[in-house]
């Protein structure tokens, strides 16, 4: 069966049956399917803005794992951002050729949190460098 939206229940609801729970266990195994049939899965986001001054490529992470691999052509420097705003951004070393940096040194970086990375031309959250 393929991908359904789940229902959502909460505390007391009188709905919550077996029939509207395979949905949960239908959704999962057609998730499964599309990852073990080599489909790419991917929780991270790339979104380029004009502002006037220049392009801006700018990826988006939901920290999951322990490495950044990503490259620059275009001669920036790659930054390591807190959307939020509340901790000090990341300078990456200066590379032009795929790179992997160690996570696990950026402090305000915990498991789930979103974070961005901005000034190259690729990046990508790995288990292993």
Partial sequence: MSYQVPPFFKHGDQTASAANFQKYSDSLNALYAAAASGQQMVIDKRIVT????????????????????YWTTTGQTGTIVDPGGTSGDVTLPDVTVMTAYDLSGVTWLTQGAIYSVTGVDYAAEDYEA
């Avoid at 004009?50 to 691999?69: K, N, Q």
């Fill in 50 to 69: 004009e502002d006037g001054t220049g392009r801006e490529e700018r990826f988006y992470f939901v920290h999951s794992w322990r490495w950044l691999w």
